[in-house]
C-alpha cells in the first residue's frame, strides 16, 4: 500500500494542527507576519466551533426562539399579536439554513487563510517526532517537518461508556444535525450545552427530560444565576432529574434506565438520547506520545507563552486546559504568532468571560461573590434586577428574574461581573472590557451608558456598590 | 523612642530580590547613623546596606544566605524621638514595592548598586512612614493595569509587581510606568526593542555551488597544499603597465596586471615542466604540458568558475588581455564552452583591489600550482639607506606538495618574482 500511494516532504516554518478558533486564527496571524505556514485540518475549516458547536447551535436557538415567539403568538396572543394558524416548521429547512450560515463562514475562513498566504492541507496528520508529521491526504502523504509546531487539535464530546454513541444515543455534534424534532428528548448531563439543546429543542417542541447526577443545573454557575434558567425550565414543563445516574438503554432500545438517590430504577422513553456530559481534549490518535510532551492530567501542559515541554512545539486552545472556550483558544493563538514572529508576549488575561447561551443567557466574567469569598477577598455584591430596567421591560425580558451583579473589593476594583436576562451576551463585551482595564466602580459609574438599554443595568450596579455620599 | 524599620531597598536594575551575605550588626547593638548593618548580594553586585539612622537593633529578620525581595524587613531600630512604624512582624501584608516616599522620582533617590563598590542606600525615615501617594496591593495581589500597559511592562522586562500605580484602587498608568523607569527603576536585563531573532534559512547547495562545493573538497581532501607568500616589487611594471595603457591604440584593450603574470609564466614555466602539470593521482600519473593553458578564477553572479586562456605561449600581451577579458566575460554570461572550462594546466587567481594581504589559493584540481596576486599597494621600503616609496605585492601561492616541494616551489615563485620585478625580462628573447 505505502509503494502505490505518493509521498511528499515539505517544510515550514509553522505548522499548525487544526483549523478551528485556534488554530486558524494562529495561522491567519503567522501568515501576515510573513512566515511560511501551514494549516492541517482534517475535516472541515473551522473546527468544532464553526461546524459543530458555538455557530450551529446559536443558529439553532434562534430559529428555536421565533418559533416559540410565532407559536405564542398564535395560542395566546403577544403585544397585541395573533396569528390565525399554527405556525409550521419545517425542520429540514431550519437545518438547510444553518448549514448555509455555517457554509459561508467555511469559506470565508478559507479566504482568510488565502489571503494570509497559508497553505491548508486536509487531511490528517500524525506526528513521528515533535517537529514532523505525515498528514494522510485524498492525494497521498504529506511529510512535513517544521520549525515551529503549533497544536490546536482540540476537543470531542465525553462518551459515557455504559451509553456509546450511535443509534438514538446521540452527541451535540449530532443534535445540530437531526433530521427531524425528536418527539421526545431525553439529555444526560445538565451542563451548558445540554441546556443549550435542550432549551431550543422544548422551543421547538419536543418534550424534553434532563438528568443530571448533580443536585442542580449549570454546576459551574452559582445558584442565582442559574435560578432564572431552573424557573424557565419549570415553566416550559421540562422534566428535571437531578442527583440520579444514567444506567444505559432500555431494554427497549428506546428509552434510557436512571437511577435515582433510593436506588430506584425509572424508565424514560426517548427517541433520542443526547449526552452531554462534558468535552475531553483530542489527545489519542495523532502521535502526541511520540512528541515526548509534559502532560497536565489530561491536557496537554503549557506556561503562560503556551510553551510546551518541548522548544517551539506550542499548545492552545482546549488542548491545554479549561475553560475549553474559542475565544480563549483564539486569544492564545495571537499571542503564540507574536512570540514566534519574535515579539514578546505571554497569555496573561484579566478575565475570560463566559457565556451560556439558555433561556434566558448568562454571562460570567471574573470571580463571583462565592469566589471571592473562598479567596478570603473581602468583596461587596451588589445587583440591579431588569424588572427596573426600561428596556428589558419593553423587549418583555423583564419578568424572568434576571439581573446584573457587580462584584467589588473594598477599594473600588471590580472583581467580577455576571449577568443572566435575555440577550445579556452582548453585554459581554463590557463586562470583559471593564475588567481587562482594571476598572474600579467609579470608572464604571463615570460612564454614560444609553438610555434606554440593558447595558443601564450595569451603570446601577455599579452605582449601588458605591459608598453614598 | 519609636521603631524604625529598615526595609531593603530598591537596588536597580531589575533587582527584585537579594541575598543577605554578612550580617554586620545584632540584636542589642547601637548603631551610629551609617553604620553597616547588612551585606546583600544581588546578581550584579554586592552591596553594603547602611543605616540611614542611629538606634538599637531589636530585631533582625534574615539568616545568612536567605533571599529577601525588595521591600522586606531587614533591621528593626529603636530610634530616639522617632515615631513610625509598627513592627515588622504585625504588618505581613506590607507591600513588595520599595517604599518610595513620593512619586516624584527626585525626591526618591534610588540608590545603584555598583560592583565593589559599596554605596549607602538612604531612605529618610520620617517619609517612610508617611502614607504613600500611592495605593499599594496586597501582597500576592496581581498588578492593575490596562492590557496595552501590562503588555509594555512585558516586553520592556518590567514586573508590574513593583511597580507603584497612581491610579485608582492602585491602578498602574503608563506614566507610572515612565515615572518608574526615569527613577531608576529597573528594566529588565533583555532588550526591549530587539526581539532576538531565530529564524534559520535552509538553503539546499544545488548547481554550481554544489560543483563548486565539491570541487573544493575534492582538492583539499586530495591534494596537501604547500602555500608560499613572497613579496614583490611591482614599481617599474606599474610603470610599464600605466605607460603602454596611456599610449594604447584604439583597438588595444586596456591592461590589467594579469596579462603581465601570463607572459611571464608563459616564460618561466619550461624551466618547471613539473609544475605545468595535471596530476592524474588515480592512475598515479602526472601529465606535463608544453602549452601553457592558463586558467582564469573568475566570479560570476552564480558563483566561482575557471575558463581557461589557452595556449597562452602563442600570446603577446595583447592578446593575453584580450583573451582574459574574453573569456572570464563568456564565464560571467553563462556563454563559456566546455572547451573553454577544461584542461588549465595552472591557474591565476586574483581579487584585484580585494586582494588583501595574503591567501591560501586552492589548487584547482588535477593541476598542482596556483598563484594569487594580493593587493597593490604603496609601501615604505627600505633601499639602501634610505624609506623610499615602492607599489608592492605580495604574491601567494599553493603547490601540490606530492609533486613540487617547498624548494622548488620557493625557486619558482623567485624565478616569477624577477621576472615581474624587472617586467624587461618578460619580454627579452
Aim: hydrophobic content about 40%; aromatic content about 4%; some cysteine.
Amino acid at each position: 500500500m505505502a509503494q502505490d500511494k505518493k509521498v511528499t516532504q515539505t517544510k515550514a516554518k509553522v505548522l499548525i494542527i487544526g483549523g478551528g478558533p485556534g488554530g486558524y486564527v494562529a495561522a491567519e496571524k503567522c501568515g501576515q507576519l510573513g512566515l511560511d505556514t501551514i494549516l492541517v485540518e482534517a475535516d472541515r475549516l473551522g473546527g468544532t466551533c464553526l461546524t459543530r458547536g458555538c455557530i450551529p447551535s446559536k443558529a439553532l436557538i434562534h430559529a428555536a426562539s421565533r418559533f416559540e415567539a410565532i407559536t405564542a403568538a398564535a395560542t395566546t396572543g403577544q403585544f397585541g399579536i395573533t396569528v390565525d394558524a399554527k405556525p409550521k416548521l419545517n425542520f429540514m429547512e431550519t437545518v438547510d439554513w444553518k448549514d448555509g450560515i455555517v457554509g459561508k463562514l467555511e469559506s470565508g475562513v478559507a479566504g482568510l487563510m488565502k489571503r494570509a498566504k497559508v497553505r491548508v492541507i486536509n487531511g490528517w496528520a500524525t506526528f513521528s517526532d515533535a517537529k514532523t508529521c505525515s498528514i494522510e491526504t485524498a492525494e497521498g502523504t504529506v511529510v512535513v517537518s517544521a520549525e515551529h509546531v503549533i497544536l490546536a487539535n482540540g476537543s470531542q464530546p465525553v462518551e459515557l461508556p455504559f451509553l456509546p454513541f450511535g443509534g438514538i444515543v446521540i452527541s451535540s455534534t449530532e443534535a445540530l444535525s437531526l433530521p427531524d424534532i425528536p418527539k421526545r428528548l431525553v439529555i444526560v448531563g445538565a451542563g451548558y450545552i445540554g441546556l443549550e439543546l435542550g432549551i431550543a429543542f422544548r422551543k421547538l417542541g419536543s418534550e424534553v427530560t434532563i438528568v443530571e447526577a448533580q443536585d442542580r443545573i449549570l454546576p459551574l454557575y452559582d445558584s442565582a444565576l442559574v435560578t432564572p434558567v431552573r424557573r424557565w425550565l419549570d415553566r416550559h414543563d421540562v422534566t428535571l432529574h437531578l442527583g440520579v445516574k444514567a444506567r444505559g438503554l432500555g431494554v427497549d432500545g428506546r428509552s434510557l434506565e436512571i437511577e435515582t438517590t433510593n436506588h430506584e430504577t425509572i424508565t424514560l422513553a426517548a427517541d433520542r438520547i443526547l449526552v452531554t456530559v462534558g468535552r475531553k481534549p483530542v489527545t489519542d490518535g495523532w502521535g502526541l506520545e511520540n512528541m515526548a510532551l509534559t502532560m497536565d492530567g489530561r491536557f496537554i501542559k503549557v506556561d503562560d507563552r503556551c510553551a510546551t515541554s518541548s522548544r517551539n512545539v506550542w499548545a492552545i486552545g482546549d488542548l491545554v486546559g479549561e475553560p475549553m472556550l474559542a475565544h480563549k483558544a483564539s486569544a492564545q493563538a495571537a499571542i503564540v504568532a507574536e512570540i514566534i514572529a519574535g515579539k514578546k508576549r505571554r497569555f496573561d488575561p484579566v478575565a475570560i468571560p463566559a457565556v451560556c447561551f439558555t433561556e434566558p443567557e448568562i454571562v460570567s466574567v471574573g470571580l463571583s461573590p462565592d469566589d471571592a469569598k473562598a479567596a478570603g477577598i473581602p468583596a461587596t455584591t451588589q445587583s440591579f434586577p431588569f424588572q427596573a430596567n426600561g428596556r428589558a421591560l419593553t423587549m418583555a425580558a423583564g419578568d424572568d428574574g434576571g439581573f446584573v451583579r457587580v462584584v467589588s473589593r473594598e477599594d473600588g476594583r471590580i472583581i467580577g461581573i455576571q449577568a443572566v436576562g435575555q440577550h445579556v451576551s452582548e453585554l459581554s463585551g463590557e463586562f470583559a472590557h471593564a475588567m481587562e482595564m482594571g476598572s474600579v466602580l467609579a470608572d464604571v459609574a463615570g460612564t454614560i451608558h444609553v438610555h434606554p438599554t440593558l447595558s443601564e443595568a450595569f451603570h446601577e450596579a455599579a452605582l449601588k456598590s458605591m459608598p453614598h455620599g | 523612642m519609636g521603631q524604625y524599620i529598615f526595609r531593603l531597598p530598591d537596588i536597580g536594575e531589575g533587582v527584585a530580590e537579594a541575598e543577605i551575605v554578612v550580617w554586620h550588626v545584632k540584636v542589642g547593638d547601637r548603631i551610629e547613623e551609617d553604620q553597616s548593618l547588612v551585606d546583600v548580594m544581588t546578581d550584579k553586585a554586592t552591596v553594603d546596606m547602611t543605616s540611614p539612622v542611629a538606634g538599637i537593633v531589636t530585631a533582625i529578620h534574615g539568616d545568612i544566605g536567605a533571599m529577601l525581595p525588595v521591600g522586606s524587613p531587614l533591621v528593626e531600630l529603636d530610634v530616639e524621638g522617632y515615631v513610625g512604624d509598627t513592627s515588622a512582624a504585625s504588618t505581613p501584608t506590607q507591600p513588595a514595592p520599595n517604599p518610595k516616599p513620593d512619586p516624584a522620582p527626585v525626591a526618591a533617590p534610588t540608590p545603584k548598586a555598583t560592583p565593589a563598590v559599596a554605596t549607602t542606600p538612604k531612605v529618610a525615615p520620617a517619609k517612610t512612614a508617611a502614607a504613600p501617594a500611592f495605593a499599594t496591593r496586597p501582597a500576592g495581589d496581581a498588578p492593575l493595569a490596562s492590557p496595552a500597559t501590562r503588555r509594555r511592562a512585558h516586553e520592556l522586562g518590567i514586573s508590574l509587581q513593583y511597580v507603584p500605580g497612581s491610579g485608582p484602587a492602585g491602578r498602574i498608568t503608563d506614566d507610572d510606568l515612565d515615572t518608574y523607569i526615569a527613577s531608576g527603576g529597573s528594566i529588565g536585563t533583555s532588550s526591549a526593542t530587539t526581539a532576538p531573532k531565530t529564524t534559520v534559512t535552509d538553503t539546499r547547495i544545488i548547481g554550481l555551488r554544489r560543483k563548486i562545493a565539491e570541487k573544493m573538497q575534492d582538492s583539499k581532501r586530495r591534494i596537501p597544499h604547500f602555500t608560499y607568500v613572497e613579496e614583490c616589487d611591482l614599481t617599474e611594471l606599474e610603470a610599464l603597465r600605466q605607460d603602454l595603457n596611456a599610449n594604447r591604440s584604439s583597438d588595444q584593450p586596456k591592461l590589467t596586471l594579469l596579462p603581465f603574470f601570463m607572459r611571464a609564466l608563459v616564460r618561466i614555466l619550461p624551466e618547471f615542466p613539473h609544475v605545468n602539470s595535471r596530476y592524474d593521482d588515480d592512475a598515479g600519473v602526472l601529465h606535463s604540458f608544453d602549452g601553457v593553458h592558463i586558467g582564469i578564477a573568475t566570479q560570476t553572479p552564480s558563483g566561482l568558475i575557471v575558463p581557461l586562456v589557452r595556449h597562452a605561449e602563442t600570446l603577446d600581451l595583447w592578446d593575453c588581455a584580450r583573451e582574459l577579458a574574453r573569456v572570464s566575460q563568456a564565464a560571467r554570461d553563462g556563454t563559456a564552452s566546455r572547451d573553454e572550462l577544461t584542461g588549465s594546466t595552472i591557474t591565476l587567481t586574483s581579487l584585484g583591489a580585494l586582494g588583501g594581504i595574503s591567501a591560501t589559493p586552492v589548487i584547482n584540481h588535477p593541476e598542482v600550482a596556483i598563484i594569487g596576486p594580493n593587493k597593490l599597494v604603496d609601501r615604505p621600503i627600505v633601499q639602501g639607506p634610505y624609506v623610499t616609496i615602492r607599489k608592492m605585492m605580495n604574491l601567494s601561492s599553493s603547490f601540490d606538495h606530492r609533486i613540487v616541494d617547498g624548494y622548488d616551489a620557493a625557486q619558482f615563485i623567485q624565478r616569477l618574482k624577477r621576472m615581474i620585478e624587472h617586467p624587461a625580462l618578460i619580454f627579452m628573447n
